[in-house]
């Protein structure tokens, strides 16, 4: 294991122990506290995203997500934690096979869409708006900026993905057009954060939106090719769900045979930050590969 990883685990690892402690501590004293703990946990999460270790990730990723939540049931208004908690149960989530356990990846998205919303609604014409009909909901998002893209990316990745289990409920897909709204938000703010993340959900979106709810197979396409732009095509997760959704939608298996061999066939170290979510691009692109025959 790289030496900075390893540091980065046992860190992780000490942290419960700390916490324990916070509990003995006075409010303020407690919140000083995590507050300290905040770059140790960033910094662990900087090294698992640049590891390969999918298997270490799944199984120490639940006893962290503990250690978040107990954390920001010590200090609930820490925007960090709040952040970091919607990207990491919407990496876990993704990691999973969803349709072995599709309540418990619907569970988990629904618990990152939760600490993301608990972000933007520090907005208060957003948080009044967000039930409203949607005008008046898509005219608060004007109201987020710059600081509030990661907490607005995390949400919409965890709804979107929500969203996709779930094609089969009416229920659900009534709220595709306000995650678009929030995707397009996020992209006029930064759609290059996390390479071109916001685009790729875009483009997912309008794969797997129904064409009777405004689909549009041209804007998908669009919004995938801004994305793997954005990256030089070394973001291999946008390549993987432009297969999925896009190439799936039109119907085209040759273009989904193509794209799946092209991730399968990348290191997973073409872009070395993000090594870990390269890696589960490879590995879900193989097993996708092998659903072409029932899929087309």
């Given amino acids: 294991m790289n030496i900075t990883i390893e540091k980065s685990v046992r860190r992780a690892l000490a942290l419960p122990i700390i916490v324990g402690l916070l509990g003995s501590l ?7 506290a995590v507050g300290a703990m905040v770059p140790i946990l960033e910094n662990s999460k900087t090294a698992a995203l640049a ?36 990207m990491l149960y919407f990496s876990y989530a993704f990691t999973l096979d969803a349709r072995e356990d599709e309540s418990y990846a619907s569970l988990l998205y629904q618990k990152g869409l939760g600490h993301g919303k608990n972000v933007l609604f520090r907005n208060k014409r957003v948080a009044e708006a967000w039930d409203k009909p949607f005008e008046e909901f898509s005219a608060s998002m004007s109201q987020l ?63 797997f939106r129904p064409p009777l709810m405004g689909g549009d197979p041209e804007a998908s396409r669009e919004n995938f090719d801004r994305a793997i732009a954005m990256s030089d095509g070394k973001f291999l997760l946008a390549h993987y769900f432009f297969a999925k959704f896009y190439c799936y939608r039109i119907q085209d298996a040759d273009m989904f045979e193509k794209t799946l061999l092209h991730v399968i066939g990348q290191p997973d170290t073409v872009l070395p930050d993000y090594r870990l979510l390269n890696a589960i691009a490879i590995d879900k692109s193989a097993v996708l590969l092998k659903e072409k025959d029932e899929l087309f």
């Fill in 26 to 32: 006075g409010c303020s004293t407690s919140k000083i």
């Fill in 51 to 86: 590891s390969n270790d999918i298997r270490t990730f799944n199984e120490a990723t639940p006893s962290n997500l503990f250690l978040l939540e107990g954390l920001i049931a010590t200090d609930p208004k820490n925007r960090r934690l709040r952040e970091s908690a919607a």
């Fill in 145 to 207: 900026g710059d600081k509030d893209l990661p907490a607005l990316v995390w949400t919409v990745a965890n709804w979107s993905q929500f969203i996709s289990l779930h094609l089969d409920s009416t229920e659900v897909l009534v709220d595709i057009p306000r995650v678009q709204v929030l995707l397009e938000r996020a992209c006029d703010i930064d759609g290059e954060y996390f390479e071109g993340l916001p685009y790729m959900i875009l483009g997912s979106l309008h794969a």
